[in-house]
């Protein structure tokens, strides 16, 4: 139920099981267990699954017994889970089922459909392990060392019953394996020889006239790869071997699939053909003439006297399961995908590995096609047998090239923020043979020798082959085409030491090739090389993390680190003493490895969950202590490791805890460029928080970074030294020591001319800057102002949302608001609140705010935009808190205004805000009760606001602790009280004690508010008390 579907089980395109004899014997296998399983095990039964089986069931209510309870349609189970849900309930056409002791009592009642109901099961739940037990327990299924990982989460899960089930259900996945095993390993299957001669034979058939048995017999592909199969390689993984056309004298074209397993119909395969034709249409026949008999009777009756089949010589040796060729032979990358009963024939591939010449399988031809006088044609078919050089024969066994996904799956899911490298990119092949250097030809000779050469022969032709250029493609391609990375990767499972350092010093080589790396890691490469790690050979240790460091280039590749546990093994790596003043020729080679472990945890770091393992696998102190090498080739991998795990916040914790900073700014001072962009990078990513910013004062690193901005030809460099002093600004006593060091004119002279990652860092620190009102100044001195009104024209969000604070910050510079005014910077901020990203409209309705404060005749700018006070208004509706702050706080200020309170006014804005009252955040409770008191002061708002049922949530605002709620509200409430209807609602809201707790403020402002409003009150109520004494 977990590997047995997986590996065993043949599925359609659609998802279903396939109606096959493995998959008959397969169910039959369940239902037995499922059946007894209540017998047996009747405590473990009990157990309540983690998720409910759910199926779509050909049962009705009539079906069940007395032991539920039955509701028209619906039936329930009375014993319920700790929840209260049901252990069984059927709604028409669905039934969901919580234990084993319900799934047994379902089976028995659905009598004779029981076999189905087990098939729609397993169907519409493709990995009940996981629903049964959970996905913790369901990864260790996947496993050979299963029994010691489950008794780890016995003791961390305490529940013996679910590990004991756990056992229960591995052990029956065991058995299915087994059975499959045997069933395989009994079969005799085809072969591209065997069809081949088959295929000629009826070809034969087809001459002769009108008294011809076949019309035509023909292939779909003309194409025959070097294993004799002409099936796409994707297609050999399912071990099928090609596809034919063949046109019957009496019925319809037939369309036949030929595979190791047999012949049967397919949906249709004519020319390359849609995924859908390759699906099984018939049962399974042993050979062509079989499926013609039973499906041609003219082919029949003119064969009837003859056995049509090739019978099959005595001998001990099966034949061999057919080899796929690499999908790469074909210049296209290989697909992904499930490789059904990969495990099954690996297992069988390694039993009957040919021992000896002539033990291969021989076919002998019937009598039927000797008395055609066809013998001469054919004659015995010989399987060859599989090729390897002496040091592989005595200590591996060729592997299938298995892709990656076919191992167990764990709950895995990278980071949405990680980018894929590498896309899958269209393959450069050169036009022809022709066209093909001499050493590619050269190297596909040596590979051929690697193939059959003893131990010596394959340790010279590796010294030979490191002769030439691997860095060159044409070099890498020629060792793939011809197998060759298959033959390097099985050396890494032999004991002999020279040959694996040979192969992997290739394998480090080519692997820089993406093409490559993917199929390594297609073939299982990576995880080959990553026991390498465990190595007491120290050069193979480092060479093998040095591999590793190339191929883990993509994210498929690191997840598999990971998974097989990769990412300790690297970590362990790095235990060494790097410095030391001098250094043993030992000690030395334990740097190498660390540097090389090092480097493969670099390019393993790109991803979340790597980085999480990093840290807890005990790599940051190890890290740390690296770092303090004197060595720049040791220190650019330790870095760049830190720095892009420093995305994270507790690995920036840890580089604080551990006292890394200090080294971090001292290696700023280096001349290596690399270096110093990856210490800046570091910087930059741990300086959000504040005390790392003061540790980079503290040790003196603000000046570096200054410096390294006249590098400004390295633009990663760059990059990262303004980063870094972006959030180092971002502290007041930082900010003091960079306008000390000149910072500010220098990074104003690059807001031109730069990428963006380049401008996104610069702009921020120019932001950074501007808050000073000394800055805005200087930045108008060096023509500032139109280089950040330039930038408001991009596309970049991450660079609008920096440039919008920035142009704010300047614009509360009257003088520097008249130039950007004059250069249509408003418009252009304005025009930005139409940007898709919450982030732009929020940055950009805050940097209105100052513009219309200072600008001369702001009432007039702000009627000049067409259509601009209704985009504010809309934005109103949006449902982001940071949004509808900065609106409201626009709006404040555009309802000073008169004429725009008016247009407002129409827009609908006063319902808008009113609908926003009810809102629980303090940022937002502040401006929004800022506009709410300007849009007062137009015609009937204050009714309107007291209509739209704005003055009770207003009235709660002044319990918030926030002294600015306070006070933006208690001016909207003296507002408001100027209207009647609205006074009594607050004096039912209990306005009054807040408001004369409020009057006792210092606030002079706030005094002559809180009184006004509590005056309003008195008013109106001495007013009705008249009122009463007249009447």
Same mark, same amino acid.
């Given at each position: ?213 076949l019309k035509s017999v023909r292939y779909t ?144 031809l019937c009598p039927w096609w000797k008395n ?286 551990e006292g890394m900073i200090k080294d971090l ?81 220098? #990074? %104003?002279? *690059? =807001? ?6 380049? &401008? @996104? +860092? !610069?702009?921020? $620190? /120019? ?20 280089? #950040? %009104?330039? *930038? =408001? ?6 660079? &609008? @949302? +920096? !440039?919008?604070? $920035? /142009? ?23 025009? *930005? =609140? ?12 805050? $940097? ?184």
């Amino acid at each position: 139920m977990g590997s047995s579907l997986t590996r065993a089980a043949q599925w359609t395109s659609s998802g279903k099981l396939e109606l096959t004899p493995m998959n008959e014997s397969l169910l039959k296998e369940v239902l037995r267990f499922v059946e007894e399983f209540s017998s047996r095990h009747p405590q473990e039964a009990e157990h309540v699954f983690e998720e409910p089986l759910r199926w779509s069931t050909t049962l009705v209510a009539s079906d069940f017994k007395t032991d539920y309870d039955i509701s028209d349609s619906d039936v329930q189970s009375h014993e319920k889970d700790s929840e209260g849900h049901p252990l069984l309930q059927l709604s028409p056409a669905t039934v969901y089922v919580r234990s084993f002791s319900q799934l047994s009592r379902l089976v028995h009642l659905a009598d004779d459909k029981k076999l189905e109901e087990v098939q729609a099961c397993l169907e519409e739940n493709r990995d009940p392990v996981v629903k049964i037990l959970g996905p913790s327990f369901a990864s260790i299924l996947e496993k050979h060392d299963a029994h010691t990982d489950v008794l780890s989460l016995e003791d961390k899960e305490g529940d013996q019953g679910k590990v004991k089930l756990f056992l229960l259900l591995q052990n029956m996945d065991n058995q299915l394996l087994s059975k499959c095993l045997k069933e395989i390993d009994g079969r005799v299957g085809l072969d591209p020889g065997a069809v081949k001669s088959e295929v000629e034979l009826l070809k034969r058939l087809c001459s002769g006239g009108e008294k011809r048995v076949l019309k035509s017999v023909r292939y779909t592909s003309d194409y025959v790869f070097s294993n004799g199969c002409r099936a796409p390689p994707w297609r050999q993984a399912l071990n099928e071997i090609c596809y034919l056309v063949i046109e019957p004298c009496d019925t319809e074209t037939l369309y036949i699939t030929c595979s190791t397993a047999g012949v049967f119909l397919n949906g249709g395969i004519k020319q390359g053909g849609e995924e859908s034709g390759y699906e099984r249409a018939s049962d399974t026949y042993e050979d062509l003439g079989t499926l013609l008999k039973s499906t041609s009777p003219h082919f029949a009756g003119n064969t009837n006297e003859q056995d049509f089949a090739v019978q099959e010589l005595p001998s001990t040796q099966k034949i061999q399961h057919v080899e796929p060729v690499d999908a790469e032979e074909q210049g296209q990358p290989q697909r992904s995908y499930e490789q059904q009963e990969k495990n099954v024939h690996e297992k069988a591939r390694q039993q009957h590995a040919p021992n000896k010449a002539g033990g291969g399988k021989k076919y002998e031809l019937c009598p039927w096609w000797k008395n055609l006088g066809l013998v001469s044609l054919c004659g015995y078919v010989m399987i060859p047998p599989v090729k390897m050089c002496v040091c592989q024969q005595s200590h591996i066994t060729l592997r299938p090239k298995t892709p990656a996904a076919s191992v167990p799956v764990d709950a895995f899911s990278e980071s949405s923020a990680e980018s894929e490298e590498e896309e899958e990119q269209p393959e450069r092949r050169a036009e022809s043979n022709t066209d093909l250097p001499p050493e590619y030809w050269q190297i596909q000779k040596l590979v051929k020798y690697l193939k059959v050469g003893d131990q010596t022969a394959t340790v010279l032709t590796l010294c030979a082959m490191m002769d030439f250029n691997l860095m060159q493609e044409t070099c890498q391609l020629a060792i793939r085409d011809v197998g060759g990375l298959e033959v390097l990767i099985n050396l890494l499972d032999t004991d002999e030491v020279k040959c694996k350092i040979g192969s992997l010093k290739i394998l480090r080589k080519i692997s820089h090739n993406v093409q490559i790396r993917r199929t390594i890691v297609d073939m299982g490469g990576l995880q080959s090389i990553m026991k390498i790690l465990d190595s007491p050979v120290k050069d193979l240790r480092a060479l093998a993390a040095e591999t590793i460091a190339n191929v883990a280039r993509f994210r498929r590749a690191r997840r598999t680190v990971r998974r097989y546990g990769g990412i300790k093994k690297l970590v362990k790596l790095l235990d060494c003493v790097p410095n030391l003043a001098s250094l043993t020729a030992n000690q030395e080679k334990d740097v190498e490895v660390a540097r090389c472990g090092a480097l493969a945890l670099w390019s393993c770091s790109k991803s979340t969950k790597n980085k999480e393992a990093i840290r807890k696998a005990g790599g940051v102190f190890l890290l740390g202590r690296l770092l303090k090498s004197r060595h720049e080739d040791m220190l650019i991998p330790v870095v760049g490791t830190l720095q892009e795990c420093a995305s994270e916040e507790s690995f920036r914790v840890a580089i604080q805890t551990e006292g890394m900073i200090k080294d971090l700014v001292q290696n700023l001072r280096s001349d290596n460029d690399e270096l110093q962009m990856h210490c800046a990078s570091a910087i930059f990513k741990c300086a959000e928080d504040k005390l790392t910013r003061d540790l980079v004062r503290k040790y003196s690193g603000l000046q570096p970074l200054v410096l390294l901005l006249s590098k400004a030809d390295n633009k990663q460099l760059l990059a990262a030294a303004t980063g870094a002093i972006w959030k180092c600004s971002i502290s007041m006593e930082n900010m003091a020591k960079f306008q000390e060091y000149k910072a500010l004119e220098t #990074l %104003v002279g *690059l =807001l031109t001319d730069q990428p963006e990652e380049v &401008l @996104v +860092n !610069v702009v921020g $620190a /120019v932001g950074e800057f501007a808050q000073i009102p000394a800055n805005k100044a200087t930045i108008r001195k060096c023509g500032g102002i139109k280089s #950040l %009104v330039n *930038l =408001l024209i991009g596309t970049n969000q991450a660079l &609008l @949302v +920096n !440039v919008t604070k $920035a /142009v704010g910050a300047c614009a509360t510079d009257m003088d520097n608001m008249a130039i950007i005014d004059k250069l249509d910077g408003v418009r252009l901020v304005w025009s *930005l =609140l139409k940007n898709p990203s919450a982030d732009v409209q929020a940055s950009a309705a805050w $940097a209105l705010c100052p513009c219309i404060k200072n600008a001369k005749d702001a009432g007039e700018m702000v009627r000049s935009l067409v259509g601009g006070l209704e985009l504010i208004v809309n934005l109103l509706k949006s449902t982001n808190n940071e949004v509808l702050a900065s609106i409201c706080a626009a709006i404040a200020n555009i309802a000073r205004d008169k004429e725009n309170l008016a247009v407002l006014t129409d827009h609908g804005v006063v319902q808008l805000l009113a609908k926003l009252t009810i809102t629980t955040d303090d940022r937002l409770r502040h401006h929004l009760a800022e506009a709410v008191g300007h849009c007062c002061m137009w015609g009937s708002n204050r009714a309107s606001f007291g209509d739209a049922g704005a003055v009770a949530p207003l009235v709660h605002y002044l319990k918030s602790k926030d002294k600015a709620v306070i006070k933006s509200t208690t001016v909207a409430l003296y507002q408001l009280s100027l209207d009647p209807n609205n006074i009594i609602t607050m004096y039912e809201r209990g306005v009054v004690k807040p408001l004369v707790h409020i009057m006792g403020s210092d606030d002079e402002m706030l005094q002559e508010h809180a009184a006004g409003c509590v005056r309003n009150i008195r008013l109106l109520a001495l007013a009705n008390k008249k009122a009463e004494l007249f009447h």
